[in-house]
C-alpha cells in the first residue's frame, strides 16, 4: 500500500511565478491535510479538505494560496505571485474516512519550496 | 490557544547511551501523537496515547502519557545512529494536528 506522494520534491521559483503542489492520499484515505514547515516557525497547519470541499482553511494565507481536492486527480496546493517569503516545506498529509477520534494523520515526503 | 513545549531543544549523545524526551500542553491533549522526522522527509507517526496514565512501548522506545493528559515522555535506551532526527508531540485541535518545535536529537557513533 503506497504512502503519500508528493510531487515535485523540489520547486524552485522566481518571485512573481506560481507554484502549483500535488498531493496524492494513501489508498482509501479521503481527508486531506497541508501543512508548512518554516525553520523559525515549525510545522504549521493550513488547511483541511475532502473531495471537493474545502473543510477548514484557518491557517491558509488569505491571498496569493488557494487549494483544491477534486473528485477524480490529485490535491494542489497552488501559491500564486510567489516571495521569497514563500520559501519553506510544504507537507501533504491524509488520514482514513472518520478519523476525527484520534485523527491520526500520515504525511508524504514534502515539496521543498525555493524562491529565488 | 493550545501551547506545546517539546525539551530539551536540541540533544547531542553517544550512541548506546539512554534519553529522554518531553513534551508539555498548557491544556488538556485530546489525543498526543509523537512523529520523527529525518532530514528532507516528512514526519513519520510513531505512537498515539490517548488514556492518561497510558505507557507503550515501541521496541525500544518507551512512550508515556501523564496521569492529567497535560505531559508526556518519550524514553529510547541504548539510543542508535539511526534514531537520530527531528522529534515533534502533536494534539489533535479540532480537524488540525497542532504541532510543538520538536527536539532535535542527534546520536553519534
Known amino acids: 500500500n503506497a504512502g503519500v506522494m508528493q510531487n515535485p520534491r523540489h520547486l524552485v521559483r522566481r518571485r512573481g511565478q506560481e507554484a502549483r503542489l500535488r498531493c496524492s492520499p494513501m489508498k482509501g484515505h479521503s481527508h486531506v491535510y497541508w501543512y508548512r514547515q518554516l525553520p523559525e516557525e515549525g510545522l504549521k497547519f493550513m488547511v483541511y479538505?475532502?473531495?471537493?470541499?474545502?473543510?477548514?482553511e484557518s491557517g491558509m494565507p488569505k491571498e496569493r494560496f488557494s487549494a483544491e481536492f477534486p473528485k477524480e486527480g490529485p490535491s494542489i496546493l497552488r501559491i500564486q505571485q510567489v516571495v521569497r517569503g514563500d520559501s519553506a516545506a510544504y507537507f501533504c498529509?491524509?488520514?482514513?474516512?472518520?478519523?476525527?477520534?484520534?485523527?491520526?494523520?500520515?504525511f508524504g515526503p514534502g515539496t521543498r519550496l525555493t524562491v529565488l | 490557544t493550545q501551547l506545546l513545549e517539546q525539551s530539551p531543544q536540541f540533544l547531542s549523545i553517544q550512541e548506546g547511551e539512554n534519553l529522554t524526551v518531553y513534551c508539555n500542553s498548557s491544556s488538556v491533549f485530546s489525543s498526543l501523537q509523537w512523529y520523527r522526522q529525518e532530514p528532507g522527509e516528512g514526519p513519520v507517526l510513531l505512537v498515539t496515547?490517548?488514556?492518561?496514565?497510558e505507557v507503550k512501548k515501541l521496541k525500544r522506545l518507551t512512550f508515556q502519557f501523564g496521569d492529567a493528559r497535560k505531559d508526556s515522555s518519550l524514553h529510547i535506551t541504548a539510543a542508535q545512529t539511526g534514531d537520530t532526527g527531528l522529534y515533534l508531540c502533536?494534539?489533535?485541535?479540532?480537524?488540525?494536528?497542532?504541532f510543538g518545535a520538536g527536539t532535535i536529537l542527534r546520536v553519534k557513533s
Open positions: 502533536a494534539d489533535s485541535y479540532g480537524n488540525k494536528l497542532v
Open positions: 479538505l475532502q473531495k471537493e470541499n474545502i473543510i477548514d
Open positions: 496515547v490517548v488514556t492518561g496514565g
Open positions: 498529509a491524509s488520514s482514513p474516512l472518520a478519523a476525527v477520534s484520534y485523527n491520526e494523520q500520515f
